[in-house]
């Protein structure tokens, strides 16, 4: 195959607050002629993920920081174009961390194979990829089960809309809170959600009192701040919080301080489990066989917004932080072969 030219996203410069465009550039790369035992691949979709901007940082965290005039990268899927590794064949449809470019060259160790892909492929990077599996295993980690009363903030986001509908499947009463009122209407009605309200019209825990008047057992943070206060006041004896992300504070320069009744942790004994989806990975065949079972069933319906072009990439991902999306951020990609 003749040499193909690719594209990739780099970090140009680390933002201070908010990102801006300027922190992204965009270039060319020729991909070499395919070694022995390694795949090439063309990425279809890739993910834009609020993680990512804790990466743009440069401090130690549990992920190491992108280094700048490097390639981002994060979650795509992706089809074999050509292979000189025994395990895949071209036209096979593959999961990678290797997000933020056109087409790359990978191991076979660093491709995850979709044995029988259901459309739109994209669904590998929501509801049944890393975000839906995060989504599985914080309900898994605070043992969520019927009966349960589960609050969910950044409830229309990537992980809290699985979230709410794994839930639902599992015999919850679910609420949810969101930044729109269209947001919030996609929770009712197409995620199935109990209970909804708009965190921007009133205060949260007013409006979570109303929808959980007799309290909450559990709490899937997506949001911190006030979300994660409200939801202590909330809370019933035992309850248990689940530490997913904290988006409210993802751009902050200093850190906020913690929330005013902390101590309802020690009053009403509760839990706080943090979570990071890669501690979970040994149990990834678990999630597939559950939440594939529900997608098939139309139980747990997939939520995404698409953009179009490696060009738009940051765009999208600055987005996140302005509510554009309602479910999955991913950007669909195209790479035209000689």
């Known amino acids: 195959m003749p040499a193909i030219t690719s594209r990739e996203v780099r970090l140009a410069s680390r933002p201070s607050g908010v990102p801006t465009a300027g922190n992204f550039t965009l270039a060319e790369v020729i991909l070499p002629p395919l070694p022995d035992g390694q795949v090439l691949v063309r990425n279809r979709f890739m993910s834009v993920d609020p993680y990512m901007r804790g990466r743009m940082n ?31 064949k071209a036209g096979d449809v593959v999961t990678s961390r290797f997000g933020w470019r056109e087409a790359f060259i990978a191991a076979p160790g660093e491709l995850h194979k979709i044995e029988r892909p259901v459309q739109p492929l994209s669904v590998y990077l929501g509801a049944l990829g890393m975000t839906g599996m995060t989504a599985w295993a914080g309900l898994t980690m605070v043992e969520v089960k019927a ?4 609050y969910i903030s950044g409830a229309a986001g990537a992980v809290g809309n699985v979230a709410g509908q794994l839930a639902k499947s599992r015999g919850c009463r679910v609420v949810g809170s969101a930044g729109s009122e269209e947001k919030v209407k996609q929770l009712l009605e197409k995620c199935g959600f109990d209970a909804a309200f708009n965190y921007k019209t009133g205060p949260v825990l007013e409006q979570l009192n109303r929808a959980a008047p007799d309290g909450i057992d559990v709490y899937f943070d997506n949001v911190g701040g006030e979300s994660l206060e409200a939801a202590l006041s909330a809370m019933r004896l035992h309850g248990r919080i689940i530490a997913c992300g904290g988006i409210s504070g993802y751009n902050d320069e200093k850190p906020r301080p913690g ?22 990975l040994e149990r990834q065949d678990e999630f ?34 302005d509510g554009k999306n309602v479910g999955k951020m991913v950007v669909e990609l195209s790479l035209l072969l000689g």
Not at 147 to 150: F, N, P, Q, R, S
Not at 292 to 305: N, V
Request: aromatic share 10%; proline share 3%; hydrophobic share 40%.
């Open 288 to 321: 597939e066989k559950e939440a594939g079972a529900h997608y098939q069933d139309g139980k747990l319906k997939s939520l995404e917004t698409v953009v179009s072009g490696l060009d738009r990439a940051a765009d999208a991902f600055i987005g996140l932080f």
């Open 147 to 150: 009966g349960d009363v589960i």
């Open 58 to 88: 440069d401090r130690k965290s549990y992920v190491p920081p992108f280094e700048i005039g490097k390639a981002l990268d994060g979650g795509a899927v992706g089809e074999v174009i050509e292979s000189r590794a025994s395990a895949f």
């Open 259 to 280: 929330p005013s009744n902390f101590f309802n942790m020690t009053t009403k004994r509760l839990t706080m489990k943090g979570l990071i989806v890669g501690d979970w």
